[in-house]
């Protein structure tokens, strides 16, 4: 298979120039609410643009109810009539709150982290965490696992989580292991007020509440969802999802968005050449990485950095 930019440069040679006034409507996955806000205000003269930050579940409802022309999520799309493509790479942080410890970040591997998931570590002094974090004066408290509804990041952790041999063959169901709350917004809240308290966001969420997190250990060291990792993650840009999600290097828990939209739909609309554009336009900004850098990571404007 060719590059993305490669399949979008080829469509543009016939598309290129778009007359029409026109208004392309998307929803779907968080983790690209920035991004896509910012790009709609980015388009054409005469082409105006609405994402709704709704998540992929319903934003899928919407895209197939024809609500909308665009479809953003955190899993490839394989339906008929369909066009899905990568446009980044998105950092997971597991974020956790001690109290007693009051520190910012602690080292979990990959066998640790899915053992707290799925229930078979239980306890924040357990020795397999007490062993990875030795400094630390872990409290005999138990782990509270709190969860967002409305998170798209759950696939990215469960195939992260899925390296290690302690993740279950038969699969898992995460409602049966912990607290649920229905938006993004209430389990951060909860995870920030909650003591002994463990969970996962897209990293921007954890990182501009200055929730502590993980730094995950691997084979290659300790990884952190800053800078030098987005960028090893951008060298794989222009690749298929699936080379994307295998290929990454450094921190190893990312999220892969994409934009889906149907062929024939938007064409019919007259809406083809001004979505074309606009995806086109993503992939090429700042060559990626500093596309990702400034609005998949989404910081505050305070010098804070990874």
């Not at 993740?167 to 049966?176: E, K, L, Q, R």
């Not at 969802?225 to 690749?239: K, S």
Request: net charge negative; glycine share 8%; with cysteine.
């Amino acid at each position: 298979m060719g590059t993305m930019r490669q399949a979008a440069a080829t469509l543009l040679i016939l598309v290129y120039v778009c007359h029409a006034e026109v208004v392309i409507t998307a929803a779907g996955t968080n983790s690209i609410c920035v991004m896509m806000r910012d790009m709609m205000g980015m388009l054409d003269t005469g082409v105006s643009g609405e994402y709704r930050c709704v998540g992929a579940v319903e934003g899928h409802r919407q895209f197939t109810l024809g609500e909308v022309d665009l479809l953003g999520t955190d899993a490839f799309v394989d339906e008929p009539g369909v066009q899905s493509i990568a446009i980044g790479a998105v950092p997971v942080a597991f974020g956790f709150h001690l109290q007693v410890t009051a520190v910012n970040s602690m080292v979990l591997d990959v066998d640790t982290i899915a053992r707290i998931l799925t229930r078979q570590i239980t306890w924040w002094d357990d020795a397999a965490i007490a062993a990875q974090n030795p400094a630390l004066n872990l409290p005999h408290a138990g782990i509270k696992l709190l969860f967002s509804e409305a998170s798209d990041a759950l696939q990215a952790v469960v195939q992260f989580a899925n390296k290690s041999a302690h993740w279950p063959a038969s699969g898992w169901d995460p409602h049966t292991t912990g607290v649920w709350y229905p938006t993004d917004e209430e389990f951060l809240n909860a995870l920030e007020a909650t003591e002994d308290a463990f969970g996962f966001a897209y990293f921007q969420n954890i990182h501009l509440r200055r929730i502590p997190f993980v730094v995950v250990q691997t084979q290659d060291g300790l990884k952190l969802p800053g800078w030098e990792d987005i960028d090893a993650a951008a060298e794989y840009y222009e690749v298929n999802g699936s080379a994307l999600r295998t290929a990454v290097k450094g921190y190893p828990v990312m999220g892969v968005p994409y934009l889906s939209y149907n062929v024939e739909t938007v064409a019919a609309a007259g809406r083809l050449c001004a979505i074309t554009k606009l995806i086109y336009t993503m992939l090429n900004k700042s060559s990626g990485k500093e596309f990702i850098r400034n609005h998949m990571m989404a910081f505050e404007s305070d010098g804070v950095n990874a």
